[in-house]
């Protein structure tokens, strides 16, 4: 509740400065729905725009934590424990996409005024998380600095945090590796802060502040292993039965999914070209780095295509009661089973889920 607490109120900052700069209301509008990028890295700053926004280890995270809800074992029950969690999950992206915005327009706007001061057009010319601030003193004056430190360290223990227990349920319920909380809390967090530790005593602020965008670019083009296994699994009937997803829920999440997809390999291919064709390195070099890096793109999007053409006919759904209508329309109505048939006898227990500890 305090994170939540210093990020929205972060956030109504942001939407006060917008209502004090008064952004181009068509412009903002276009810019949300006529994609445009200009200037050097701007493609690049999108894609770690997008892996920061939807990170592929929290799409584990929340498919673990449903298994903290109390949901009645009927169809019904399930179905609609199923709507409610997308609302939560949309709400929640919602807010950080209104967030977003809101900073973009806000930076946009002070960084295009014809007014701006000298000072503050140095900053904008290399705006980083270290010089962006000064944004928010029209609000929160002097102390906006301040301010913005302390909103800024809470939405990263935020991410930190679902991190953590996104590496727990990875660790349990992937790896089967079972330790005490405590060990395992030390060691995902040391696994996450270490890298960023040493790189930030070593290149400074500016140093991490690059460390953010390639970080996130890399979540970026991770995506693709968490995304379609997800799609496959959620829209496949030997897999959730009657749960699974609806005909158009599987046309617009997988024109979505291709879309990322296709984002990131047009980025990776054209990028990396780009940076051979202007790079000072010595000509030896620059082969040597091509001749590395090249077989790994290819892995990479030979893995992909795998994914997404890779058959999975195991079964791990099995409806115990589709030959007994009776029972089923007892399932249906949440009243549970009184025919005298186990469903515990039909249906996989899953062990590794039943023994993760839930966030307390």
Not at 85 to 106: D, K, R
Not at 192 to 221: E, K, N, Q
Request: aromatic share 10%.
């Amino acid at each position: 509740m305090l994170i939540a607490l210093l990020v929205f109120t972060m956030a109504a900052c942001f939407f006060g400065e917008m209502s004090y700069v008064k952004p181009p209301a068509g412009d903002v509008l276009k810019g949300m729905f006529i994609p445009k990028l200009t200037g050097k890295g701007a493609t690049g700053d999108a894609i770690a725009l997008l892996g920061a926004l939807i990170m592929p280890h929290n799409l584990f995270l929340h498919s673990a934590l449903v298994l903290s809800r109390k949901i009645p074992n009927s169809v019904r029950g399930i179905n609609d424990a199923c709507r409610y969690f997308l609302i939560e999950s949309g709400m929640a992206l919602f807010v950080a996409f209104l967030i977003n915005v809101s900073v973009i327009s806000v930076s946009g706007t002070v960084c295009s005024a014809k007014n701006l001061a000298h000072d503050d057009a140095d900053r904008c010319s290399d705006l980083t998380l270290n010089s962006a601030s000064f944004l928010l003193k029209n609000v929160l004056g002097k102390s906006s600095s301040t301010f913005y430190a302390v909103a800024l360290l809470a939405s990263g223990q935020s991410s930190t945090i679902t991190g953590t227990y996104a590496g727990q349920y990875i660790m349990q319920g992937f790896l089967d590796l079972k330790m005490k909380k405590w060990v395992r809390n030390l060691m995902t967090r040391c696994i996450a802060i270490t890298p960023s530790l040493i790189v930030s005593i070593i290149g400074g602020s500016s140093g991490a502040g690059r460390l953010i965008i390639i970080a996130s670019m890399i979540l970026s083009f991770e995506l693709p292993f968490a995304l379609i296994p997800l799609l496959k699994f959620s829209s496949s009937a030997t897999k959730m039965g009657p749960h699974k997803n609806s005909i158009y829920i599987i046309v617009v999440s997988w024109v979505l999914g291709l879309g990322i997809i296709g984002i990131n390999i047009y980025y990776l291919s054209t990028g990396f070209v780009g940076w051979i064709i202007h790079s000072n390195l010595p000509k030896v070099a620059t082969v040597f780095i091509g001749i590395l890096v090249f077989p790994l793109m290819g892995v990479y999007i030979l893995s992909v295509i795998y994914l997404m053409f890779r058959k999975d006919t195991v079964t791990t759904f099995i409806d115990p009661t589709k030959h007994i209508p009776t029972i089923q329309t007892r399932m249906e109505d949440g009243q549970g089973n009184s025919e005298g048939v186990s469903e515990s006898d039909h249906v996989h227990f899953r062990e590794d889920l039943a023994d993760i500890p839930l966030p307390e």
